[in-house]
């Protein structure tokens, strides 16, 4: 498939164990989103990188969270010591470049990973 | 902060009828506007947007509106067909934004 792929797609964890989520882009997009939506919540912006570099961390929620893309290719979302609040479904979006037109017509998602701490 | 509201967390409309699904914005520095559609254990897919230079725009079954003054955009969908049930999430972009500003979704259900 060409589409953007996510895994695990459902991983329970206990409090306190760190997690990894990986995303694999659509093969030639060079901009990596990772977004959360927490139950109830919206999809929460989380990291965006360009290529390798992350130009935008704001939306990390906190020190524990950490992202890395190798090869301008594939990311891995890192979660250490999780908590219970982190119990959300984690997606990741890819695209070409930041066009001229909306960000979001180019925007693909996986079908997300869903994490479930205890 | 949410920038992004859709007050009306789920929707039931009868098949063939109109479905409207609305969505509030605070944020004067959007300027772009989209709808997705998301099905259970799926990514949310793109739907539908809108400039903030139109006030309207129709694809197929598929209209939004905008009423900047109002801060409003809504989804008209018509017919309705049952397998528009899904979760619909509004979504705003503003020029210069590494992301979207999503609003927290309004499930719809289509009952044939």
């Known amino acids: 498939g060409a589409g953007v792929s996510q895994s695990p797609s459902n991983k329970v964890t206990e409090k306190g164990k760190d997690v990894e989520l990986r995303c694999d882009p659509i093969?030639?997009?060079?901009?990596l989103y990772w977004y959360r939506q927490s139950l109830g919540q919206g999809l929460e912006f989380l990291i965006y990188f360009q290529g390798n570099s992350a130009p935008d961390k704001s939306g990390l929620p906190s020190d524990r969270f950490s992202a890395e893309r190798t090869g301008g290719s594939v990311s891995t979302l890192t979660i250490q010591r999780t908590q219970q609040e982190d119990s959300a479904v984690y997606l990741c979006?890819?695209?070409?470049?930041?066009?001229?037109?909306?960000?979001?017509?180019?925007?693909?998602f996986g079908p997300g990973t869903r994490l479930t701490v205890l | 902060d949410q920038q992004v509201k859709q007050n009306s967390p789920s929707l039931s409309v009868q098949e063939g009828r109109i479905s409207i699904l609305n969505c509030d914005y605070t944020n004067s520095m959007f300027d772009y506007f989209l709808w997705y559609k998301k099905y259970p254990a799926e990514g949310p897919t793109f739907l539908i947007s809108i400039s903030s230079i139109k006030d309207k725009n129709e694809d197929g079954r598929f209209t939004v509106f905008l009423n900047k003054s109002a801060k409003h955009l809504s989804l008209h969908i018509v017919p309705s067909q049952p397998g528009d049930s899904a979760v619909y999430f509004c979504?705003?972009?503003?020029?210069?934004?590494?992301?979207?500003?999503f609003g927290t979704g309004t499930r719809l259900t289509v009952i044939p």
């Open positions: 979006a890819s695209s070409l470049a930041r066009g001229t037109t909306s960000l979001g017509d180019e925007q693909f």
């Open positions: 093969s030639g997009h060079t901009a």
């Open positions: 979504a705003a972009d503003k020029t210069g934004a590494n992301n979207l500003f």
